[in-house]
């Protein structure tokens, strides 16, 4: 019995199906359901990888053209929407000026900042020399963009052969009170009064030795002293100012507001100060006697004075701490346009020893809207009022004007005195006269002692300066020269012993075609301001770009005759 149910219980017990007890079917179609399921995540994968490759590929290319795009000076972007915007953001002029500055810095230090691209100037079709240095090309920009040195990298960065920082006094000093900047939109012109707002010249001196030190750390010199003194010698085979082959820098001084014009021995004081701090980290210094924001400054202008001012800075120059000396320009004004006080300027020049002018600043005076018969803004109309300099496209043809002189007058040499009439035989019938004309010959002699040894040397100081480390320094009191042979007195001696004065010039300059034609009136260098500002950073490409394409043109049209 019981086995019988057992076996009952045995058989009534469901089976369980084993994979092993599947058909072949189902285990095929399994397999296939697995292998397609897999297949299909295999290519939603591999659809999702090529996706994410062209993605990527798309956004490298994209952030890569944009990153060379931005970053080049050529692109339009930079002066049709950011000058605009900055304009916008910042009504006040000064302040889109900071911040533009702060901009460029910052862009600068991710090495991000816009540069020119493809090195345009290896050609050497642009090249000029100065003070023994060669130019990769003509084109500045003028003092006020960078008072404090904080961007003169970035500066050269867009492809300027000369970059001028400051002006900078030798304490600080706020300037004039703010607002004290002004824009004239339809003129692309500015009217400014700063005043010469300086942190000072031991500041922005410490500010270009950390430059100094920081590119020689990045040459394996050391960030030491002695490193810093290695470039500033030369070892590094760049200029010690801009270090950067085939360009300069400038550093633009003057004096404090509050130095009294009228106390020379001061003022004096106040250059050379500025010169003991900052002359070894310049390949030029400029000095500054034409601004019109500063009470009395152009009073300096005067030959007496000037000659003065210049002969102490020459001085202290020659007393900076680096083997080859920075070469010294003096700035002045374009509302000094007198041949009287060309000439008197020019003499200055002379008779100190410095290397050379940079013609042009901004004028007090006001010129009329362009094109003529142009209606000003209302807004603008009141702006014109405002005190202050005025610089725009309006003061090319006196800035071009002013070099012509400056060129001819520098060129002439300095005056020379004619010698005196000889005297008529003595007899003894007439002692008294020979012995009168005797005396008066020795007196104009004398007197004319300074300008025959101006004619002789131009690096004599004037009588009024300190006992000169260097015997050669030493004016004579008297001529120890015969007198030279008698000249025309209708014009100047020549003076083809001493080197050809340098001129820049600055105002106005806003295209290549203007650029020729201030290098072609005998300038060196054309240096841009208020184009830079409306402009933005592509100026200075543009100009040279200009300036090749002229040249191209000028060429074809000589072969076609």
Not at 2 to 26: C, F, G, V
Request: hydrophobic share 35%; charged share 20%.
């Amino acid at each position: 019995m019981t086995t019988a149910a057992s076996m009952r219980a045995i058989r009534l017990r469901p089976s369980i199906a084993r994979p092993s007890s599947l058909p072949n079917s189902i285990r095929i179609s399994s397999r296939h359901a697995s292998t397609a399921s897999e297949t299909a995540t295999n290519a939603r994968s591999t659809a999702t990888r090529t996706k994410n490759l062209i993605y990527g590929t798309l956004l490298t290319f994209g952030l890569s053209f944009g990153y060379l795009y931005v970053t080049d000076t050529r692109a339009s972007v930079h002066q049709w929407l950011v000058v605009p915007a900055l304009r916008q953001i910042y009504p006040d002029g000064e302040e889109a000026h900071h911040a533009g500055s702060a901009i460029l810095k910052a862009l600068h230090s991710f090495g991000l900042n816009p540069r020119e691209r493809g090195n345009p100037d290896a050609q050497g079709d642009l090249s000029v020399e100065i003070f023994g240095h060669v130019l990769s090309n003509p084109i500045g920009t003028s003092a006020g963009i960078d008072k404090g040195a904080e961007v003169p990298t970035p500066l050269l960065d867009l492809g300027a052969g000369i970059v001028e920082v400051g002006g900078v006094t030798p304490l600080p000093q706020p300037g004039n009170p703010k607002p004290r900047v002004f824009r004239l939109p339809s003129q692309n012109a500015l009217i400014n009064r700063y005043g010469f707002n300086s942190e000072g010249a031991e500041t922005v001196a410490m500010r270009l030795r950390h430059r100094v030190r920081e590119f020689a750390y990045h040459m394996g010199l050391g960030i030491d002293e002695e490193a810093e003194r290695k470039i500033l010698n030369g070892d590094a085979g760049v200029p010690p100012g801009s270090l950067t082959p085939g360009r300069l820098m400038a550093v633009q001084i003057t004096k404090n507001k509050d130095t009294p014009e009228g106390d020379i021995e001061a003022v004096k004081r106040d250059y050379s100060f500025c010169v003991q701090h900052l002359g070894k980290y310049a390949d030029i210094i400029v000095v500054n006697v034409s601004s019109p924001n500063t009470p009395g400054l152009r009073s300096l202008q005067n030959v007496e004075p000037l000659t003065h001012l210049l002969t102490s800075v020459v001085k202290a120059v020659k007393q900076v701490d680096r083997k080859v000396k920075p070469a010294i320009m003096v700035k002045v004004s374009p509302d000094e346009d007198s041949e009287e006080q060309i000439t008197g300027i020019c003499e200055a020049v002379w008779d100190s020893g410095v290397d050379g002018v940079i013609v042009g600043n901004t004028t007090k005076k006001r010129p009329d809207p362009l094109p003529k018969g142009y209606a000003l803004p209302a807004k603008e109309a009141q702006i014109l009022l405002e005190q202050g300099g005025y610089s725009g496209p309006q003061m090319f043809e006196r800035t071009l004007a002013l070099v012509k002189k400056y060129r001819k007058t520098l060129d002439d040499g300095p005056r020379q005195a004619p010698p005196p009439p000889p005297s008529p035989p003595q007899t003894e019938e007439t002692p008294s006269p020979v012995t009168t004309t005797v005396a008066e010959t020795l007196d104009s002699a004398k007197s004319n002692a300074k300008d025959i040894t101006s004619s002789l040397s131009t690096t004599t100081p004037t009588p009024s300066e300190s006992t000169p480390s260097n015997v050669d320094d030493l004016a004579p009191s008297a001529p120890t020269l015969s007198l030279p042979p008698p000249t025309s007195t209708s014009s100047p001696a020549p003076a083809p012993n001493n080197p050809r004065k340098v001129l820049f010039a600055t105002g106005g300059i806003t295209n290549g075609r203007q650029a020729r034609e201030i290098l072609d009136s005998g300038a060196s260098v054309a240096m841009v301001y208020t184009a830079l500002i409306y402009g933005g950073v592509g100026t200075i490409s543009r100009i040279k770009r200009e300036m090749r394409d002229d040249a191209a043109a000028a060429a074809a049209a000589g072969e076609k005759k």
